[in-house]
């Protein structure tokens, strides 16, 4: 299986609505490894590691994230592949 690894930016109403626990959950469920972290700018960031069409449906999720999120831009940018294992809310 081929790897891939991409880091999103995700802009808007994505802190303080459960974004980083939906994110962890929806990264286990497919089998994808990372993390994501607030940042102080008021974005998450994120990186996907694992098969391209589970990091592709992690990217695919973070364009709407959880319920209470409101979602106005995914910034999608691809990394070398560094092995990342589990999946971490940092």
Known sequence: MS???LRVVVTGRVQNVWYRDSC??????RGVAGWVRNSS????EAVFEG???????MVSWCRT?????RVDNVEVTAEPVQ?????LVR
């Open 24 to 29: 962890r959950n929806e990264a286990l469920a």
């Open 51 to 57: 098969s391209a069409e589970a990091v592709s449906q």
């Open 65 to 69: 994230g959880p319920p209470r999120a």
């Open 83 to 87: 092995n990342e294992v589990g999946f």
């Open 3 to 5: 790897l891939q690894r």
């Open 41 to 44: 700018s008021g974005s998450v």
